[in-house]
């Protein structure tokens, strides 16, 4: 079945540093891709999506593209901050699927000053 | 604002008390969806509904029940709950359940069942 495997977390950076998450995803047919943010006791934000091949989602400074031939989605930033400190998701969904999202197990990411 | 809005928040509850926990959104959306979320495992879709009086089961349906009698409403009903349904819950809505809409969380439900 459909699946998404996140890098082990926690990853812990300083200020400005280079982020990347890795994801990659198993899956029949040609799924959407997602990541989403989870801050401290909140629900899940979308911080960005693709939903074909090739396609680069952003959104306040991270980046992330849809790599079929690796079947890949890797979440990058140029400078994390401090207010970047969450919990990430990457998630699928896939075409005839019912809507359902398929989620990677979370990678929680600390900014240290 | 555009919201889905879980209530409780919080509960801590004893094995076999039904309890209901509700769902409510204002984007008329038609797709709504329960996860729960346990470490290490990510979020799993317990029910989902595609619209109103349509509902089915996800991949953890067993001990759950659910009902759509209304567009934006979703509860989510353990009749007799157990301590394996201790977790964290989340309640979704999408305008559609195509592949390529996102979803919108509420902000959690933290059950324990002691």
């Known amino acids: 079945g459909d699946s998404v495997t996140q890098m082990e977390g926690p990853v812990t950076l300083s200020e400005e540093a280079f982020l990347t998450i890795n994801c990659t995803y198993t899956a029949t047919g040609y799924p959407s891709l997602f990541w989403y943010v989870q801050y401290p006791g909140e629900g899940l934000q979308l911080l960005l999506k693709?939903?074909?091949?090739?396609d680069k989602g952003s959104n306040k400074g991270f980046e992330a593209t849809y790599r079929k031939e690796t079947t890949s989605f890797h979440l990058e930033k140029g400078s994390v901050q401090v207010s970047d400190s969450a919990v990430y998701f990457c998630a699928l969904n896939s075409a005839g699927n019912t809507g359902k999202l398929i989620f990677g197990q979370g990678t929680t990411l600390q900014v240290k000053p | 604002e555009a919201q889905v809005t879980q209530n409780p928040r919080y509960l801590i509850t004893v094995t076999g008390k039904k309890l209901t926990v509700t769902c409510s959104q204002n984007?008329?959306?038609?797709?709504m969806s329960w996860y729960r979320q346990d470490p290490g495992l990510g979020l799993r879709q317990i029910y989902y509904?595609?619209?109103?009086?349509?509902?089915d089961k996800g991949d953890v349906p067993e001990g759950y029940k659910v009902s759509r009698k209304e567009k934006r409403n979703f509860p989510l009903i353990l009749e007799s709950p157990s301590p394996n349904q201790t977790s964290l819950y989340f309640c979704?809505?999408?305008?559609?359940?195509?592949?390529?809409?996102?979803?919108?969380f509420g902000d959690g439900t933290r059950l324990s069942i002691l």
């Open positions: 509904s595609m619209n109103v009086e349509v509902t």
């Open positions: 979704a809505s999408s305008l559609t359940g195509n592949s390529n809409q996102p979803q919108h």
């Open positions: 984007m008329n959306h038609e797709y």
């Open positions: 693709a939903t074909k091949a090739d």
